[in-house]
């Protein structure tokens, strides 16, 4: 599994900015458990915990791999929203997302 340490530092950059973590390590940390889950979603379904903005545990099962869609965004160099990871939810069956810091 290869790893875009280009995105990984935007995510725990972005995770710093908005105040979610003490300092660059912790961001790090997170940063890196929502890269890992990301890597793994691009090749196949993959389980996995996070906490909801109403305090909410939430499990699901998502995945990135074989979807015909196309991310809208503002631009390539946009890191305002660069810690938050949308993917398909295999229950739900409709896209959802997830801030990296709130991974369990």
């Known amino acids: ?3 875009n340490k280009s ?4 995510i725990a950059h972005a995770i710093l900015r908005k105040g979610e973590a003490e300092n660059f390590s912790q961001a790090l940390k997170s940063a890196w458990k929502a890269i890992k889950v990301y890597s793994r979603m691009l090749v196949g379904s993959v389980e ?3 906490k909801k903005v109403n305090g909410e545990i939430r499990h699901a ?3 990135l791999f074989n979807l015909n869609y196309v991310r809208k965004t503002t631009g390539e160099g946009d890191t305002k929203n660069a810690d938050v990871i949308s993917f398909w939810d295999c229950e739900k069956e409709a896209f959802r997302s997830f801030k990296a810091a709130t991974l369990i």
């Not at 995105?7 to 935007?10: A, E």
Request: overall charge positive; hydrophobic content about 55%.
């Open 48 to 50: 996995f915990t996070f």
């Open 61 to 63: 099962i998502g995945t």
């Open 7 to 10: 995105k990984l530092f935007k």
């Open 1 to 3: 599994m290869k790893v």
